[in-house]
């Protein structure tokens, strides 16, 4: 079984919590008493224009009368506070978007127990050493599809490396493209076969393939925490075409199969 040095990555999602508070509205109803202090001047001796004096005073005291008419406006201002209530109505929808992190929930697979299936790929054999390894492995990619592209051949899946051995310096590979028809005169260095079937343990690798040191070790933590024994091959499923993609976007997805 292969053992690597490699580095776990986590990532934590912190959750963020929302409060709201209530308004309240107090309402003062006026005494009317001033109106009452006012109007008890009763002298009959007083002379008319007194009294007509006093008049004019209790004329002015209906002033305060429309103070209570406006004490009354607060009595709408409590419509208000119901539509206060309506807020916490609006923020009921904050819990539907702490919902949202669910997505977060569907993490890559790490240790997912499956089964691969074989299937009919062109292949080619080839060794790399570790410090050239992508540029060896882009070049047998390039090579079996510059075949398939003069041959009219499409892919029939995403393009693999199994690796048949490794050492402190490098390793012999098998690059693979999964096809529908058998191509016609293949090269020496080409064969058609099978990819590998059984069951696996799949894992996946996300940035620069210089990186997947650390998703080895990790790999490698996992078999041994669960006492799981590995063949002595594993296989890189390329889901972004390495051809094509900037290396620090690549997502490979890798399977350990198992004894």
Do not use: C
């Not at 963020?16 to 006012?38: K, M, R």
Request: aromatic share 6%; charged share 20%.
């Amino acid at each position: 079984m292969f053992r690597f040095r490699r580095v776990a990555l986590a990532a934590l999602i912190p959750a963020a919590a929302l409060s709201f508070g209530l308004p309240e509205v107090l309402a003062q109803t006026p005494s009317p008493a001033p109106a009452a202090s006012a109007s008890p001047s009763p002298d009959p001796s007083a002379s008319p224009s007194p009294a007509a004096s006093a008049s004019p005073a209790p004329a002015a005291t209906p002033s305060p009368a429309p103070s209570p008419a406006a004490s009354a406006s607060p009595a709408p201002a409590t419509s208000p506070s119901p539509a206060a209530t309506a807020t916490p109505g609006a923020a009921t929808p904050p819990p539907a978007a702490a919902a949202t992190p669910a997505p977060v929930q569907t993490a890559d697979p790490f240790g997912q127990e499956t089964t691969l299936e074989s299937r009919k790929v062109v292949m080619v054999k080839g060794t790399a050493n570790w410090d050239s390894a992508f540029d060896t492995l882009v070049d047998a990619f390039k090579a079996l599809n510059t075949l398939l592209d003069k041959q009219g051949i499409k892919h029939a899946g995403n393009s693999m490396i199994v690796y048949t051995s490794t050492d402190d310096t490098g390793f012999t590979f098998l690059a693979e493209i999964p096809v529908d028809q058998d191509p016609k005169s293949l090269p020496k260095d080409m064969s058609i076969g099978k990819s590998p079937e059984g069951k696996a343990l799949k894992f996946v690798h996300r940035g620069s393939y210089d990186n997947m040191d650390n998703t080895y070790e990790a790999i490698t933590n996992h078999l041994d925490d669960k006492r799981l024994e590995a063949k002595d091959t594993f296989i890189e499923e390329y889901l972004t075409d390495p051809l094509k993609t900037a290396e620090d976007k690549l997502v490979i997805n890798v399977f350990v199969p198992l004894k």
